[in-house]
């Protein structure tokens, strides 16, 4: 494969497809790019487990407050109409059903839209879930990004996880670097491709039969 | 006339028996009573069942209440952290129980103990290895996990400012487990920046009523920032 996209490029092609209006969770790790790369003139309202709607980007150096921090437990700002609550309220917010879209990193996906992030199963392998089990089953979409291949090159969409499930069929969307994935009921759908990778080459490397819905105009 | 106000915080502490279960608010550095868990380790009790959203950063504070070998059993979401390097160690000897909980189901449980609940049914962890053993149940086509409230003896907790009943009002991200684990303990300890005089509060700023709250102990911002 060539011309893969970057992880920021990943993180606009994620961003791209946050809607006006939406309340959103940006998962730790590569997810949190995202924030980077939403609309100016898109109202979205982030939300963070640790007790905030209205998160902001990172301060200016020396303006940290420790009080004010993220998921990641990284130094974050509020926005106008920022609302502060405790873990339970939270928490609430997800598996009520309030929350609009997250957006999660994975070991794997499957192509029935089950989710491993969370451990590895290593024997000495130290889990630890936090929030991801919450969001996986509470979210209204829930948005997966990654690399689609492992250093080794072995394909993250798979037809079963073999890792530890996080949750069982939660999965809508996967973005790659190498194409963006719709996960229904009748199938695996490739709805974007970058670059200039081939519908066969991506069969090849998944080992899924997938369907191709890609607009024309890009 | 009631008051809260205790003069220290190892007087606070000073009746926990060995065994207790603690809850310890904070979520990474933010909210987490630095120096109740200090006056912890000073107490010795040991035996301790720990509540907490992860197990400890670095050698102070909760790791160092960990290594010193006095706690039995860690109760909390996300263990691995980049310097959790105490507990990594007591958990791969097995000298230390771990109950890995979904944050969520950690910060319900905490909640529904509070509120007097005798369980609940979640779809968090339904399908996962986190829900081996459990009771499930289909209700109106979504499967649900059965989760029981978590109790505790003590929860120790970091808030903003206090009055002498006890009502508490928290700053920006520093509140996340406060407010239910005030409410889920039988003995709720608050340190606090500021104690405000009764009245001073704003009722309707304030998120922890006096009623959860048996302790409160003021920690001078100087005494913090040298703890930290």
Redesign the interface.
Known sequence: MSAKLTRDQMAARVARDIPEGAYVNLGIGLPTLVANHLPADREIVLH?????LGMGPAPAKGQE?????NAS?QPVT?VPGTA?????D??AM??GGHLDFCVLGAFQVSMNG?LANW?TGAA?A?????????LA??AKQVFVMMELTTREGQSKLVPQCTY?????RCVSRVYTDAAVFDIRPDGVYVIDTFGDIEPAELERVTGLPLRFEIPVAR | MISKLVESAAQALADIPDGATILIGG?????QPVELIDALLAQGAKDLVIVNNNAGNGTTGLAALLGAGRVRKIIC????QAD?QI??GL??AGKLE?E??????L??R??AAGAGIGGFY?????????ADGKETRELNGK?YVFELPLHADYALIKADRADRWGNLT???????????MASAAKIAVAQVREIAELGELDPEAI?TPGIFVKRVVRVSAAAAKEQQ
């Open positions: 963070t487990e640790n007790g905030m407050d420790p009080d004010l921090i437990k509020q502060f609550f405790h873990h339970a939270s928490f997800m598996r089950d451990h000495d130290i889990p630890a879930v936090g929030g991801a089990m919450d089953s509470g530890p499930l996080t949750g069982v | 979520f990474g550095a933010a909210g979401s996300f263990p691995r959790s507990f990594d958990y791969r771990l890995l909980v979904p944050q969520g189901t910060a319900e905490i909640r979640t779809p968090t962890a339904y399908g996962t290895p986190l499967h928290y700053r920006k991200t520093a509140r996340n487990f406060g407010p239910i998120v």
